[in-house]
């Protein structure tokens, strides 16, 4: 969510151009199978865990880490999904589509909501996603995963369980996808340049 | 930022890098990814909404999924969102209507917007103010958008000359209702999800929809033609010869003055209310005589296809276009477009205020 706050406010016709590769594929494995060790650590088992990946580059690692929690417990934890583009505090300001409709298929009260996404950056898509849980259900307890944290935070806002601490330049994008994390930036494709 | 960037012949991106870091930048890898990163931002901007024709086919698929965003919101407890918190909509009816400006109340205030109401029964427009005069007062209270209905086509379009909101087109004469056409395609669209298991088509291509009765002085005829042609669809008019449009060569669709020929292969009838105000004695001879010509009947109703699909934009007037045992059969998905109505004008409202349009 965090490359989407990069990548949304991007000027038109930019493109992310990969430069390192940080973390491949096994990494990001043998990050989410530390996490979610973790969690279980931290919440003594499973009892009343649901997972919630934001959308979207969340959503793909927290189905991951909810396979790899199913492996490690034994228990199937209950998996959402959920978009805060409504709850982002710079509409208006830039483009701010939602990717896919929210999707709890359960209710919240009570429970310890794990959220995860990508990559965190400057906090505000955290925000967004804690208005939302709010307005949602009452959850006993809310913990945040990411695989990313790239700092550069602008909201009080801190992490439960990270993959990978990697400082980055401001100006730099963190792109993380099943082939792994990359780090790079936007830049204009020649065939715009050339306009 | 304003570091210039080198193109390179063969498409590839330039080496240089965002600012004066690393140049170690290279295009290859990375594009692809990034491109479909960005598939989700279409950005189609535009400011006001006054025809389907200011959206074309990627907007209204557009508005489509933005409603899906918002569908789930209507589903829970507190259906509210703080999306348009600060925003102010007005709307400004000068035609009674009860339905659209509560839907589209209900939809600013489920973002979070405040709501203006206007209404021209109640206000200085029966003093003799002038349309200009009466937007251009409430503009200046400070709006962000403007939802008008006017009996007047193109009333909307003036207005925007006149204020610095949005302006949203909610009825203009016999011109266009454009938000009405994009919770028809929507409410098709859904139905057509739940047919297919929660599979969403693409479009709404390989469907026959049939739009009867008052087609010449039906706003909602020409945005739905515009919409559902847009999508793909086949449209075909039914309408008495008196109530067909004069002239209707530009119009991608096929006409005739005989429902029951046409049932057979229709998957969706789309029922327009006799607009009994718009028209004089001249062009029908009866109202009765119009249900036994056009009326979905029971019988007619037994004619269409299983899966095909009733509609009607409201108020239904039971008995003229629709049978009143027709009107509640599963079949029909009246209710469905009215609760669809909020939804889709949740979307449209932020596809305007917020999504990054302005």
């Known amino acids: 969510m965090a490359d989407r706050e990069r990548s949304s406010t991007r000027p038109k016709g930019r493109v992310f151009v990969a430069r390192t590769q940080v973390m491949d594929r096994d990494e990001v494995r043998r990050a989410l199978v530390r996490i979610a060790h973790e969690i279980v650590e931290r919440n003594r088992g499973l009892e009343g865990v649901v997972v919630i990946g934001i959308q979207k580059g969340g959503v793909p690692l927290a189905e991951q880490l909810v396979a790899i929690l199913r492996e490690i417990e034994g228990t199937a934890v209950p998996f959402g999904t959920m978009d805060v583009a409504f709850y982002r505090d710079d509409i208006g300001m830039r483009p701010v589509l939602p990717e896919q409709a929210t999707d709890l298929p359960f209710d919240l009260t009570g429970r310890t909501v794990v959220l995860f996404d990508d990559v965190l950056f400057t906090g505000r898509t955290v925000r967004a996603a804690l208005d939302a849980l709010a307005e949602l259900g009452r959850a006993s307890a809310v913990q945040l995963a990411v695989m990313v944290d790239r700092g550069h935070r602008e909201l009080p806002i801190r992490p439960d369980f990270v993959g990978r601490n990697l400082p980055t330049r401001r100006d730099e994008l963190v792109e993380v996808n099943e082939e792994g994390v990359t780090i790079g930036e936007l830049l204009v494709p020649a065939s715009e340049a050339a306009r | ?358």
């Open chain 2, 1 to 358: 930022m304003t570091a210039s960037r080198t193109p390179t012949s063969s498409g590839v991106l330039s080496e240089h890098s965002w600012s004066d870091g690393d140049p170690e930048a290279t295009g290859a890898t990375g594009a692809g990814a990034g491109e479909e990163q960005f598939a989700g931002h279409s950005a189609t901007t535009v400011r006001h909404l006054l025809s389907i024709a200011d959206l074309g086919r990627e907007g209204i698929l557009e508005i489509m999924r933005l409603s899906d965003a918002f569908a789930e919101v209507a589903e829970r407890p507190i259906p509210k969102v703080p999306a348009l918190r600060g925003r102010t909509v007005a709307t400004v009816f000068m035609e009674p209507s009860t339905r659209t400006r509560l839907s589209f109340e209900t939809a600013a205030k489920r973002l979070s917007a405040d709501v203006m109401t206007f209404t021209a029964a109640t206000s200085a427009a029966v003093k003799g103010e002038s349309l200009r005069d009466t937007v251009e007062t409430i503009d200046a209270m400070g709006i962000d958008a403007m939802v008008i209905r006017h009996q007047a086509s193109g009333a909307p379009l003036r207005v925007t000359d006149w204020v610095g909101a949005s302006v949203i087109n909610a009825g203009d004469g016999t011109h266009e209702h454009p938000t009405q056409a994009l919770l028809d395609c929507y409410t098709i669209r859904e139905a057509l999800t739940t047919r297919r298991n929660g599979a969403v088509p693409p479009d709404l291509r390989g469907l026959r929809i049939a739009i009867v009765g008052d087609i010449k002085h039906s706003r909602v005829a020409r945005s739905n033609v515009l919409a559902f042609t847009a999508l793909g669809a086949e449209v075909v008019l039914v309408a008495p010869p008196t109530l067909m449009p004069v002239s209707l060569e530009s119009w991608p669709v096929t006409t005739t003055g005989d429902l029951d020929s046409t049932l057979g292969d229709l998957d969706v009838v789309y029922l327009l209310r006799i607009q009994s105000e718009r028209l004089g004695e001249v062009l029908l001879p009866s109202l009765d005589e119009y249900h036994w010509r056009y009326g979905l009947t029971r019988a007619r109703a037994a004619a269409l296809k299983k899966e095909a699909l009733v509609m009607h934009p409201g108020p239904m007037i039971r008995g003229v276009e629709i049978s009143p045992e027709v009107a509640d059969l599963p079949a029909s998905l009246v209710t469905r477009q009215v609760r669809n109505g909020v939804v889709v004008r949740m979307a449209v409202l932020f596809h305007l205020l917020g999504s990054g349009a302005i």
